[in-house]
């Protein structure tokens, strides 16, 4: 057999193993959203318990809470950067001041447009509530790279960790911050803060990408197959 088939038969052998393994690594990734989406929907069901009685650690992520107090609307956080169903805008962050505790809790309003993600006014955005309801989530102790913060002085954030948050508010935060869900209204999103659903429980595509990746490799095999015989 020339030499030349005999190279490419080791090259689609090759391909054919690394097509293989990032099928099985699909698949892996695959098994990893089905526990995470179990771990969801169990936290989503239980029931709605006060913010302040959640240990502050990861136990009680999408725990679903309650939180009332004064909201801090002078000292508002805004999250840049944020979309919401293709239209650009920013997420308004409102720290609530509970009675007796000398630490607040964010609160994740939801979403409000803003034509350059970043410039929004928030005086026009206030609301009369001062409970909510929705799901809980924790600030990131993971800084990463770079400042988190793009404008400090007008509480402009990039991302939400306790660093970012601790440099723009004058008092201590939790960790667990509300996401407040959606309230019963007909009034049109542009006129109002868009509350957040919680995280999707789709599977994502990693069922379609590993079957792409084992057809690839079904491919290489056999194409090298048909070349060899067709070379002897």
Do not use: K
Request: proline share 7%.
């Amino acid at each position: 057999m020339p030499r030349r088939i005999v190279t490419f038969a080791l090259f689609a052998v090759a391909f054919a193993a690394l097509c293989i393994r990032l099928g099985f690594w699909q698949l892996s990734r695959l098994a990893q959203r089905r526990a995470q989406n179990t771990v969801i929907t169990a936290r989503l069901a239980q029931p709605t318990v006060d913010l302040s009685s959640l240990p502050p650690d990861s136990s009680s992520w999408l725990r679903r809470a309650r939180v009332a107090g004064t909201p801090d609307y002078d000292h508002e956080v805004i999250l840049a950067a944020r979309s919401y169903n293709g239209s650009p805008g920013v997420y308004v962050l409102t720290p609530l001041r509970v009675a007796g505790r000398d630490t607040a809790f964010l609160v994740n309003r939801g979403w409000v447009y803003a034509p350059d993600g970043v410039t929004v006014d928030l005086h026009q955005w206030r609301e009369p509530d001062t409970s909510f309801v929705g799901f809980v989530e924790l600030l990131s102790t993971r800084a990463g790279t770079g400042t988190g913060v793009l404008r400090g002085e007008r509480r402009i954030v990039r991302r939400l960790d306790e660093q970012s948050i601790a440099s723009v508010l004058p008092y201590a935060v939790s960790p667990l911050y509300l996401v407040a869900t959606a309230q019963d209204t007909t009034v049109p999103v542009r006129q109002r803060v868009a509350r957040l659903p919680p995280p999707a429980l789709d599977e994502g595509p990693h069922l379609s990408y590993a079957i792409q990746w084992f057809a690839f490799a079904t491919i290489a095999i056999v194409g090298a197959a048909a070349v060899a015989v067709r070379g002897r």
